[in-house]
C-alpha cells in the first residue's frame, strides 16, 4: 500500500463540522470560521531525518527553513496569507541542543520573513532520528481562495521557476511562492492551483483527478532546470532531464490553469512584477480524462508519475 492508497482509505469517513469548507484532498483544509468573507486555512506537514533532509548534507537552518517552508508553500498554493505555526520537534534520545538551537533558528527566520507567529508546540523523544512537525495556519478572502478542482477544458497550464534536480540543494533552500500566488489570484481568473512537492506528473493528476478532466503537456516547453541538466551530464546513472522535470519531488514551485485567453496580458504582466522568475506556458486542459504528453514522437499517454511515500 502506498502513500495515496493509504490516505484513501484513512479518509473515507472523516468527521466534520458545519465550519468544513474543504477537507481532506486539497493542499490546505479551508474552514469558515465567522469572520466577514475571510476563510481560514489550516495546514501540517512533517520532514524526517533520512528521508527529506540528512545531516550530512543539511546545515541546522536548512532544515528549519525546510520544515516551515513546506508548509508555507501550501498556503501558497491557496493564494494565502500565513499567520501562527505550532512546531512539534520529535528528537532522539542523545541530541544535541546547539543542533536543534539551529534549526529552530531557520524556522525563525523564515516565519520573520513571511509574517509568521511561532505560537507554541510540543518536544518528545522519538528514538533514532529528528522529526519536526509544524502545523500552520493562514487565512484568504473567500472569494480568492483557489483549489485543486476547477480546472476547465480549454484552460492553459502554467508553472513558475524551473524543475527537476531539486536534491542538487533546492530542497532546502527554496522560496515559497506567497506574493506571487497572491498577486495571482487577485489579478487573473485562476481555475485551479496547486504547488509542486512530489513531481509535476503527480501533482498535475490531482488537479486533473479533482477538476474531472484531462491534460496534454507540452515536452519542449517544460521549463528544466539547469541542476537537473548538469546531473545527467555528470552523472549518467541519474534520470534524464526531461523525466526528472516530470518526477522529481521538491521543487515547490505553483501550478496553475488559466483561461487561454489571459495569457499574453498574464506574461506582460508577470514580466513587470516578477523579472527574476520564470513562467513558462507547459500545456493545456482537455475534457479527455487522462495525461498525455506532445513530443518529437507525437502524442502519447504519460506514464510517468511523482514522488510516492511507500511506493
Not at 546547539?98 to 522519538?126: D, K, M, S, W
Amino acid at each position: 500500500m502506498n502513500e495515496l492508497d493509504l490516505i484513501a482509505l484513512l479518509t473515507r469517513s472523516l468527521p466534520a463540522n458545519p465550519s468544513v469548507v474543504a477537507g481532506a484532498g486539497d493542499d490546505c483544509a479551508v474552514l469558515d470560521c465567522g469572520a466577514p468573507g475571510r476563510f481560514l486555512l489550516f495546514k501540517t506537514d512533517a520532514v524526517v531525518s533520512g528521508i527529506h533532509f540528512t545531516a550530512q548534507e543539511a546545515a541546522p537552518e536548512q532544515i528549519g527553513h525546510k520544515a516551515l517552508g513546506r508548509c508555507l508553500s501550501d498556503i501558497a498554493a491557496m493564494a494565502g496569507t500565513p499567520l501562527a505555526a505550532l512546531v512539534t520537534l520529535a528528537l532522539p534520545r542523545k541530541f544535541q541542543p546547539r543542533f536543534i538551537e539551529r534549526v529552530y533558528a531557520g524556522i525563525n527566520r523564515l516565519a520573520q520573513r513571511c509574517g509568521v507567529a511561532i505560537v507554541g508546540g510540543e518536544t518528545t523523544t522519538n528514538p533514532g532520528r529528528l522529526l519536526i512537525s509544524i502545523a500552520l495556519l493562514g487565512e484568504v478572502d473567500q472569494d480568492k481562495c483557489i483549489r485543486r478542482g476547477g480546472a476547465m477544458d480549454g484552460d492553459a497550464l502554467w508553472v513558475t521557476g524551473e524543475l527537476g534536480g531539486s536534491l542538487a540543494g533546492k530542497h532546502l533552500d527554496f522560496e515559497p511562492r506567497l506574493a506571487e500566488a497572491r498577486w495571482l489570484a487577485a489579478n487573473f481568473p485562476i481555475h485551479a492551483m496547486i504547488d509542486l512537492s512530489d513531481g509535476l506528473a503527480g501533482d498535475l493528476r490531482h488537479i486533473l483527478r479533482q477538476s474531472g478532466v484531462g491534460a496534454e503537456l507540452l515536452a519542449r516547453s517544460i521549463p528544466v532546470s539547469r541542476a537537473a541538466r548538469l546531473l545527467a551530464r555528470t552523472q549518467p546513472s541519474t534520470k534524464p532531464p526531461l523525466l526528472a522535470a516530470l518526477s522529481d519531488g521538491e521543487d515547490f514551485e505553483l501550478l496553475f490553469a488559466l483561461p487561454a485567453s489571459h495569457a499574453v496580458p498574464l506574461l506582460d504582466a508577470w514580466k513587470r512584477q516578477f523579472p527574476h522568475l520564470r513562467l513558462t506556458c507547459i500545456g493545456r486542459i482537455t475534457a479527455e480524462p487522462g495525461l498525455n504528453l506532445r513530443d518529437k514522437y507525437g502524442l502519447r499517454p504519460l506514464d510517468t508519475h511523482g514522488y510516492v511515500h511507500f511506493a
